[in-house]
Structures are given as structure tokens and as C-alpha cells.
């Protein structure tokens, strides 16, 4: 059973806007905080943004802070990670994940398939 798809990768020019979207199991997103994630090619996964359950606390990775803000809609099961004033740096693979409790802290656990952004200089 898929718990977590991603959506909404592409190709963009620097500079520009992309936003993914994560469909998520009921079971799955319900109760728990959830959050993105990125790896690039050659390189070691990075943790980007997280959200806790309620939405009323997030984290940010220094690097996309002021650029990317990620954001959930509890009725629809559903995660988000807006991102704006993109750079080529941060072309990756994006995935999201959930983890087993209402905080954003803590292990991740259920993965998606992941979504490519490619920013183009």
C-alpha cells in the first residue's frame, strides 16, 4: 500500500517558483509530523523543512529559509513545501516523509517515491 506521493517536481529556471505536494494515507498523516526532505546526486540526504501535526511548529533548513516554506492541510491529508527564488543548488530529488508522533523531531520512518526538481541556471 502507497502511503506518501509526491507531486509537483520539475523543471525551472532559476529564480523561479515550484510547489510539491505529498498525498498522504489517512492513517499515515493523521497524528504525525511530517517532512521534506532532499538528496542531490553524489550527495548525502539533507533534511529541508518540517511541520508537527498541528501546524504550529516548523523547521526550516538554513539554506532554503526565507525561500521555502513548507505547510499542511489536515483535511486533506496533504503536505507542502512551497518554494520560491530557486537555485540550481537546490536541484535534487525531494521526497516526504512521515514519522511516528506529533512533533517534527525525531526519526522518519514511511518514505515516498520522491519527486526530481531541477533548477537550470
Known amino acids: 500500500q502507497v502511503q506518501l506521493v509526491e507531486s509537483g517536481g520539475g523543471l525551472v529556471q532559476a529564480g523561479g517558483s515550484l510547489r510539491l505536494s505529498c498525498a498522504a494515507s489517512?492513517?499515515?498523516?493523521?497524528?504525525?509530523?511530517m517532512g521534506w526532505f532532499r538528496q542531490a546526486p553524489g550527495k548525502e540526504r539533507e533534511f529541508v523543512a518540517a511541520?508537527?501535526?498541528?501546524?504550529?511548529?516548523?523547521f526550516h533548513t538554513d539554506s532554503v529559509k526565507g525561500r521555502f516554506t513548507i505547510s499542511r492541510d489536515n483535511a486533506k491529508n496533504t503536505l507542502y513545501l512551497q518554494m520560491n527564488s530557486l537555485k540550481p543548488e537546490d536541484t535534487a530529488v525531494y521526497y516526504c516523509?512521515?514519522?511516528?508522533?506529533?512533533?517534527?523531531?525525531?526519526?522518519?520512518?514511511?518514505w515516498g517515491q520522491g519527486t526530481q526538481v531541477t533548477v537550470s541556471s
Open positions: 489517512a492513517r499515515t498523516f493523521r497524528g504525525n509530523a
Open positions: 516523509a512521515a514519522r511516528d508522533g506529533s512533533s517534527w523531531r525525531g526519526l522518519y520512518d514511511v
Open positions: 511541520i508537527s501535526w498541528s501546524g504550529g511548529s516548523t
